[in-house]
Nanobody, 122 residues
Framework: QVNLVESGGGLVQAGGSLRLSCAASGRTFSSHVISWFRQAPGKEREFVAIINWSGAGTYTAVSVKGRFTISRDNAKNTVYLQMNSLKPEDTAVYYC???????????????WGQGTQVTVSS
C-alpha cells in the first residue's frame, strides 16, 4: 500500500515557478515508479513526467520538456516536480501516482494522490 499526498500548488503569474511535492507513506515506496499527471477542466488526464525507483531514469512530456524537472528523495519518501517558465496552459490539477512498471499510461497506476491545483495567470 502506498499513500500519496501532493502539496505546493497555487496561483502564479506566467513565467513564474512552483515546486510540487508528493509525500508518500508505505514500505514499498522506493520500489515504485512515480509520475506526475495533470488534468485541466474538460480535458483528459495528461502525463507530465515520470521517475524510476533510483531516480536515474526520468522522462518528461514534450509539452513541458525543458521547463519541468522531476526528482525524488527516497530517504524522505518524496518526489518533486520543479516547474519553471509556467504558462497559462499549464493550469490544471496536478496528481502524483505510483506504479510497479515504468509506464506513462494512467490506467497502469495503482495509487493516486488527491491532487493539487496549479493556476497560471496571463
Amino acid at each position: 500500500q502506498v499513500n500519496l499526498v501532493e502539496s505546493g500548488g497555487g496561483l502564479v503569474q506566467a513565467g513564474g515557478s512552483l515546486r510540487l511535492s508528493c509525500a508518500a507513506s508505505g514500505r514499498t515506496f522506493s520500489s515504485h515508479v512515480i509520475s506526475w499527471f495533470r488534468q485541466a477542466p474538460g480535458k483528459e488526464r495528461e502525463f507530465v513526467a515520470i521517475i524510476n525507483w533510483s531516480g536515474a531514469g526520468t522522462y518528461t512530456a514534450v509539452s513541458v520538456k525543458g521547463r519541468f524537472t522531476i526528482s525524488r528523495d527516497n530517504a524522505k519518501n518524496t518526489v518533486y516536480l520543479q516547474m519553471n517558465s509556467l504558462k497559462p496552459e499549464d493550469t490544471a490539477v496536478y496528481y502524483c501516482a505510483a506504479a510497479r512498471s515504468y509506464t506513462t499510461l494512467p490506467g497502469e497506476y495503482d495509487y493516486w494522490g488527491q491532487g493539487t491545483q496549479v493556476t497560471v495567470s496571463s
